[in-house]
């Protein structure tokens, strides 16, 4: 297991807002990013939560950070052993990618500390940390633990009303500003020497201080255990914070990680790619699965999972299309309970969708491009700042960018094409594809004296070029959506009463019909010397190189897209877009056109957001050439475990961990390298290892059955488990 | 006379930019800027050519400035007397607007200089100055005469091949760099003392040296002579140029004089308001009535006038909707002559117009936001240039500025709606209305499950928004504009099979029954509290001041408009715009819904462009209020006498004249405060004349009949000439 452990020596607190992330444990109900014990807000310590939302007065909307119940800071003969306050002798932070364990050994002379972290993934509410703290000379020691609600926010605050109790399971109690949520944060510790121990109430929380004589040589080992629990969860969260404490510390913190450690062996058994080939890669690939698979929402079924993941507030917690195409395939493939949590967060937020297609004067759905709660939008018209005149800038991402419609719709058909599970589809998924093709039955635009139907003014996946007509992806997706809304008939064919209901409840027989006589006339993607323009008059921007256009920044924080932007105007793109079509719609293109388009578009992408690289590694397999999906898996992969990915946009930070390129990477792995599709409900293998994997083995859930997969250089094989 | 005769003393060299425009002289033909004989290029002289375009490698096209052939430098005594050179001891420039005259009087001590200056009206190719050279010391003068070729360009140079011929008649040759285009100007002189003459061939010209002595006391006077002819004019320009210069010099400078004032005479004669009211305001209209009359193209049946006039390449000399809208009226009104020729050129640059409509993939015509000959588009993609990056901007005038064409049927409509001469129309006026609707029925967006055919993706006259939707001055021109394409066939009842062959050719009558169609489908304005909504959208911007608005920018020359600029995410607006709609179509609007609007919007407009505060006074007429209409009126006049409007949008220069304003205040003064209205062929008049006014009287040519129109606050005169 220790294969699995990335450590990292030496105290830079430069890196602290990069090690949050990278040490980041997380067992989907909430998040604590890889800080040490004692951080301070300077230090951005959070335990974000999962799914619960607030706005502080009219800043940005964003998650919520729980109080920090794990907090404890040593003293030692008066002195602080404590990052920040004293210079360590030796610092050292690792991570257990295996087990989900963070741990920390800091050495500060006289006295040491080491610890282990855990966010249960048998008891998504509970947290727990076992410290040791180690003294090399006679002294007295203090050690102040409790709840901080020192929390740092983006913009908050977001908890009002804060309630201390003291006891042996401490409790704070707060609201939300905006809903009332309540939070409950407990705290219990056990010792394993005697010690004095006085509670605190302070402005930043409730402490307690346990003090204890300790001779040269000792080491004390002090078990910390806190629960959260939210007005979501139950209508008693102090309570059953308070309840689930006790029952832990009494359990013992072995017993405790123990649960922990059996559930992620599970969890592993699911979903673990080896792959054997250099030591960097397989720990990269560990890592990113261990990144994506510990912020799956396994204690609901109807989460998604937000573009940062579980590591704070960045992109205001909100759930992008990254969720249904770069994050579902893993899940669909080897958790499919998972996946279906994913989509069943889009169905039951149909409500959200139908009124922002409202507001904008649409029928139909039209999704949130970064939605909250119940749908919400999160995305605002003001998503980036100008780093020149510090004013907000009109963006279109929210108001624009309409694929979000199709790709649900895409992968609630991609749910019932892989598991052939009706179930979805007939709990909402149908409702949910015939409101997103009614939205783009009135988002159309249609001609007076000519046959094509446009869609103009949108933004594709490539979003540095903002309002373009007849984006290829776009327009091909949409038109995926209404081939599937017309699919449905035949689906149901066995129910035809109930859906016939349904179209009456909707009202959607004419729009039927219109569907029928609009598919043919959506204008299709042109194309030139073989390449597919990724919109109307793309071609003709300016053709300059990615390093011409890097040239021209005035600054390096500068948004590069819109009409202001470096790249907006030239034929630079930030991501995959033509090549996330050839990705996601293999049978429409040939491997020639892959290849031409290939060619085209990679030397103009900047990559600058990290769903980029899969597309262009998955397509690559594709046309036989895994040599040049390698770099991109590589850096896929080990995006977290490095802490890359931009930092800034403009000048609104965008840190954290990055879901979709996890998810990415498992698609290369699998669906790249193994080439794994389905087609007729059957599964399929066209193999296209790169040189430096000899081998590739992992395992899959499909159709109920439980599968290993070994690919070599040599053939495949496929093994029931 | 003399009362409209406008000085200047004092030296000052900040304001000779300004002071370049100010006393301006011009004939239509070209313009030549107010600066003194012996400026260079840093006070930016020109003789700005109406007509002649050149580009230079990528620049911008602009006009082409010839050189300069009254071009004199005085020294007496080995000393200069020049400004630049040597300090003034008096310095004084003046105009004189009623018979066109720029006039200079500078003492450096031992020597002074006076001069009078004429573009002549009677002789569009001749220009001509008169120099008195006063001496209060014995000594030895020597004045340098010539044609200077060190000319001021914005983005040239734009001649080459300098060919110099002297002689009696110096001779300067050249052809511009793009289209070869021969440019001619010569130069005669007559000295009114017996001078030693030495010619010389300098780099930068051909000059001749006069040297004469001097006794205390002396006054000499010499005689300049100057014309320019280009290829555009005639096959031998050279010959033309020396011909001409040759028979002006014998005439001698007071003959020309003579004819140039009366041919000025004439033109008040058939132009001229007089208000009675205070000086200021007198004069203020007087050289707002110069500045326009002086660059009406006389000489041609075919060009148009550009937005900044013959006082530079600002603006790149294009022709906008400005010549259409604003310039028109007076014209039409007082000199149709003058009015047809501006639609000529718009008739014989239909083909422009077609190809541009094609290179976006629409039918029809689409004419060029900023048209240089033939038609062709001057302005780019990039008409910006951002202050803070210094990188050029993209901006949406070019292609998204889609109400020029109806601007223009609308202009050919007005045409025949006041003199009631079909001619236009038959001589291609029809066809330029046909092809504008058509292009209009291929830019519409319908929708597949509405009724309601949109204009999506425009800008209307406030540029600072960009990209919107049903705009509503631009969906009413458009329908507008469609009207009359289906009045025509009732126009030409009588000439049945002439407007059939018509119809034929452009294999029109498809579009015609689509134009019926499609009518009463065009959406809408929308309206709220009896206000009219500008676009789709706009009442959900942001409401704020204009000092709000203003506040806001970091630095003063930046851009207002498009996603980056302080103005295009709020309400507040570039110039009228929904007020613009109502001062076109004044029958659509009760007296209650111009008043609603006009309080609603005005506060919102930061009368940007010269081309709004017009609007605002001529519907404060039409509601009653002229005492709302008497500030922008004095604005408006006034503008080119003060040397205001805005000087730069963004880096880029757009100082000048402006004609557009100069229109409007005749618009102010006739259609609002005397309220000229033509309907069904008859005028009316409905005065509203401000307090500062007693009495207007002013000459129009109405349909054969040159009247004298008398308002005063008891009522209206109208006379027969």
Redesign the interface.
């Known amino acids: 297991m220790t294969e699995y452990i990335f450590e990292k020596s030496g105290y830079d607190p430069e890196s602290v807002v990069t090690d949050g992330n990278r040490f980041l444990i997380a067992n989907g109900y909430l998040g604590i990013r890889g800080t040490v014990e004692e951080a301070d807000t300077s230090s951005l310590p959070a335990v974000n939560l999962a799914g619960v939302y607030d706005r502080h007065e009219d800043k940005w909307r964003e998650p919520v950070n729980a109080p920090m119940g794990l907090y404890a800071r040593l003293s030692f003969n008066g002195k602080a052993c404590a990052l920040g306050e004293a210079e360590p002798l030796t610092h050292k932070l690792a991570i257990d990618y295996g087990q989900s364990l963070f741990m920390r050994e800091t050495g500060f002379g006289p006295a040491a500390i080491s610890s282990e972290r855990l966010a249960s993934l048998a008891q998504p509410h509970l947290t727990a940390a076992s410290l040791t703290l180690s003294f090399a000379e006679d002294g007295e020691a203090v050690l102040k633990t409790g709840i901080s609600t020192d929390i740092w926010d983006l913009n908050g605050p977001h908890l009002f009303g804060y309630k201390y109790t003291p006891g042996e399971v401490l409790l704070c109690e707060a609201v939300t500003g905006e809903k009332s949520i309540g939070i409950a944060v407990s705290q219990g510790v056990s010792c394993s020497v005697q010690a004095d121990e006085e509670q605190l109430t302070e402005q930043n929380g409730i402490f307690r201080e346990l003090k204890f004589s300790v001779k040269s040589g000792a080491k004390v080992t002090v078990s910390i255990f806190s629960a959260v629990y939210t007005g979501l969860d139950t209508v008693e969260p102090a309570a059953e914070a308070v309840r689930l404490c006790g029952e832990a510390k009494r359990a013992g913190y072995e017993l405790c990680k123990n649960d922990h450690t059996k559930a992620w062996a599970d969890l592993w058994r699911r979903s673990e790619i080896t792959l054997e080939g250099d030591p960097d890669t397989r720990l990269a690939l560990k890592a990113s699965q261990y990144y994506l698979n510990s912020i799956a929402p396994r204690h609901a079924g109807n989460l998604s999972i937000p573009a940062r993941g579980l590591s704070g507030q960045t992109y205001k917690g909100a759930i992008f299309w990254d969720s249904e195409i770069f994050l579902f395939p893993m899940f669909a493939y080897t958790q499919p309970e998972v996946a279906a949590a994913l989509l069943r967060y889009r169905i039951e937020t149909l409500p959200g969708a139908l009124k922002k297609a409202a507001e904008y004067?649409y029928?139909g759905a039209f999704y949130a491009w970064e939605s909250q709660e119940g749908g919400t939008e999160g995305c605002t018209?003001?998503n980036v700042v100008?780093v020149?005149?510090?004013?907000p800038?009109?963006?279109y991402f929210r108001d624009k960018q309409i694929h979000i419609s199709a790709d649900i719709a895409y992968a609630l058909w991609e749910y019932y094409r892989i598991t052939g599970d009706r179930t979805l589809l007939e709990e909402g998924g149908a409702e949910v594809i015939l409101e997103c093709a009614r939205f783009y039955?009135?988002r159309?635009?249609?001609?007076?004296?000519?046959e094509a139907?446009d869609f103009?003014?949108v933004i594709g996946p490539d979003e540095y070029h903002e309002?373009v007509t007849n984006n290829a992806f776009t327009n091909r997706m949409i038109r995926y959506c209404m081939e599937n809304a017309l699919r449905l008939e035949q689906i149901f064919d066995d129910k035809k009463q109930m859906f016939g209901e349904l179209l009456n409840r909707l009202d959607y027989r004419k729009?039927l019909e219109?569907i029928k006589e609009?598919i043919g006339r959506i204008s299709p993607a042109k194309t030139k010397d073989g390449v597919t323009e990724q919109f109307d008059g793309y071609f003709d921007l300016e053709d300059c190189s990615l390093d011409t256009v890097r040239a021209?920044l005035?600054n390096p924080r500068?948004y590069w897209g819109?009409?202001?932007g470096?790249a907006?105007?030239t034929q630079i793109i930030k991501q995959a877009d033509v090549i996330t079509l050839m990705a996601l719609f293999p049978d429409d293109f040939s491997e020639d056109e892959v290849a031409a388009n290939w060619e085209f578009y990679e030397p103009r992408t900047e990559h600058g957001s990290s769903l980029s690289a899969c597309m262009y590694a998955l397509t690559a397999c594709r046309i036989g050439r895994p040599e040049l999906a390698w770099k991109h898996f590589v850096n896929t992969a080990s995006i977290d475990l490095k802490g890359g990915g931009k930092q800034w946009a403009g000048e609104i930070y965008i840190g954290g961990t990055h879901p979709a390129a996890n998810g990415g990477a498992w698609m290369i792995a699998v669906l790249g390298f193994a080439g794994l599709t389905v087609s007729d409900g059957r599964l399929g293998f066209n193999p296209h290892l790169p040189e430096q994997i000899s081998k590739l083995v992992f395992p899959i859930e499909f159709r109920g059955k439980r599968l290993q997969v070994t690919v070599t250089h040599d053939g495949c094989d496929i093994a029931e488990r």
């Open positions: 004067g029928r018209n003001f100008d020149f005149t510090h004013r800038v009109r963006t039955l009135s159309a635009s249609a001609h007076l004296d000519g139907v103009a003014d309002r729009d219109l609009t021209r005035v500068e819109g009409d202001h470096v907006g105007t």
